[in-house]
C-alpha cells in the first residue's frame, strides 16, 4: 500500500499478514523503483532529491506491475490531483 506521500517521498507499506515478493512501485515524476519485497507490517520511504514541481497531480502507484497476490489491490493507489501550492 502507499499510505503516505508528498512532492518529495512516498511511504509504501505492507499491510498482509505474509511477506511480499519484489515488486515495482511508479511514481509520476520519479519513475519505476524496485523493491526486493516487505516483510509483514514494514514500510519503506522512498526519497527523491529533486521532488517533482509544485503543482500539478502528484500520483504513486505500489505493485504497478501487478506482480504480488493481494487481498486489496485498492489501497496500491494514492493521488493527489489538481494540486496548487
Same mark, same amino acid.
Given at each position: 500500500?502507499?499510505? =503516505?506521500?508528498?512532492?518529495?517521498? +512516498? &511511504? $509504501?507499506?505492507?499491510? @498482509?499478514?505474509? =511477506?511480499?515478493?519484489?515488486?515495482? +512501485? &511508479? $511514481?509520476?515524476?520519479? @519513475?519505476?523503483?524496485?523493491?526486493?519485497?516487505?516483510?509483514?507490517?514494514?514500510?519503506?520511504?522512498?526519497?527523491?532529491?529533486?521532488?517533482?514541481?509544485?503543482?500539478?497531480?502528484?500520483?504513486?502507484?505500489?505493485?504497478?506491475?501487478?506482480?504480488?497476490?493481494?487481498?486489496?489491490?485498492?489501497?496500491?493507489?494514492?493521488?493527489?490531483?489538481?494540486?496548487?501550492?
Amino acid at each position: 500500500a502507499i499510505t =503516505a506521500m508528498d512532492t518529495r517521498t +512516498v &511511504t $509504501v507499506t505492507n499491510r @498482509g499478514d505474509a =511477506a511480499s515478493g519484489a515488486f515495482n +512501485v &511508479t $511514481v509520476i515524476g520519479w @519513475g519505476v523503483v524496485r523493491f526486493t519485497g516487505l516483510a509483514p507490517g514494514e514500510s519503506r520511504q522512498l526519497t527523491s532529491s529533486t521532488g517533482t514541481s509544485c503543482g500539478g497531480d502528484y500520483r504513486a502507484v505500489a505493485d504497478s506491475q501487478q506482480e504480488v497476490p493481494e487481498a486489496d489491490e485498492a489501497d496500491n493507489r494514492l493521488e493527489y490531483l489538481g494540486v496548487i501550492c
